[in-house]
């Protein structure tokens, strides 16, 4: 299994179009010791040919631009990515979407709930369907195993597993939408099993780490886990109010409950932060809490990293 990072940070980017905390005057001013960062996004493959998104990013459109793995194979329109696996409604993770309406055909894995408020509560996602066969739609749900196959029905040698992790929609999904949707189906993660029996498991938006959830952690060989706030108040210091971390559904990296802590039995995975906020010390490389992550096993990803499972 073939895995590229596309994008690692978290919703608006970095530096974001409109923060002007330390790390993002710091990176505009050219004194940052980092790299910046678009919104996360992550590829997979097995064989090269066909490829599967997690998510939608934003910043889509151009990520694939920048990865020749997912350009045009032909002179005319014939995309390898074969599908996309949505594990949230957040718009950080489907706004890309609306970036692959040009009449390509391809698959969309979704839970019944998150299909319902983009195809039935949402008109501008009628843009995926304008023709038939555009946009294949396939219900998963949590708890399931299921192959990646591809619209004419090729399976790409890759199966996946979903899970819940939160109960809680977005803000834009009403109160009379809530009514017709599985709490259990607001957020999910996923692990990818390869042929040879490689996992990888993919979490963006974690708000707590319980046994079951670190059992599962125990068996994979790659973790793409969230890396959003360094401390819970960290907008909070840095904005002066508004929402802790996880209030937003985010545990923090840092503190005696936060996923350092929570994670740190871990042996087998390698692993790696994603979906980092602009306001993260540990986007600098000079700073103490970026040493603290490189100490204790971690990495803090970054655009165009790929790995081989």
């Not at 974001?16 to 678009?38: E, L, P, V, Y």
């Not at 979704?110 to 996602?125: D, E, G, P």
């Not at 906020?277 to 992550?293: A, F, G, I, K």
């Amino acid at each position: 299994m073939r895995i590229e990072i596309l994008g690692s940070a978290a919703g608006g980017g970095f530096p974001q179009w409109n923060c002007g905390c330390r790390n993002c005057q710091a990176i505009r001013a050219g004194t940052f010791q980092g790299k910046s960062r678009t919104q996360t996004q992550v590829a997979i493959t097995n064989d090269g040919r066909s490829w599967f998104l997690l998510n939608a990013s934003p910043d889509l459109r151009q990520q694939i631009e920048t990865t020749s793995p997912l350009h045009p194979r032909s002179s005319g329109r014939d995309s390898p990515i074969a599908g996309v696996l949505l594990t949230s409604g957040d718009l950080d993770q489907i706004i890309g979407l609306l970036s692959l309406r040009e009449l390509q055909p391809f698959r969309i894995y979704c839970t019944a709930s998150l299909r319902h408020i983009l195809r039935q509560r949402n008109s501008v996602f009628a843009m995926l369907n304008r023709v038939p066969q555009q946009v294949t739609w396939t219900d998963v749900s949590p708890g399931s195993s299921f192959p990646l196959v591809t619209v004419a029905g090729d399976d790409s040698g890759l199966c996946c597993e979903v899970f819940s992790l939160a109960s809680r929609y977005p803000a834009y999904v009403g109160d009379q939408s809530l009514t017709k949707l599985s709490p259990t189906e607001a957020s999910l993660g996923l692990t990818v099993k390869s042929p040879s029996g490689a996992r990888l498991a993919y979490l963006p938006a974690v708000p707590e780490v319980g046994d079951q959830l670190l059992e599962r952690l125990q068996a994979v060989d790659l973790i793409l886990f969230d890396g959003t706030f360094w401390s819970d108040d960290e907008l909070i210091k840095v904005q002066g109010s508004g929402a802790t971390a996880r209030e937003m559904g985010h545990i923090p990296v840092w503190s005696e409950v936060g996923s350092l802590e929570k994670l740190r039995s871990l042996r087998r995975p390698r692993k790696i932060f994603v979906h980092i906020n602009n306001t993260n010390p540990m986007l600098d490389e000079s700073s103490p809490q970026y040493r603290e992550v490189r100490a204790a096993g971690w990495e803090v990803a970054e655009d165009g990293w790929h790995f081989d499972l």
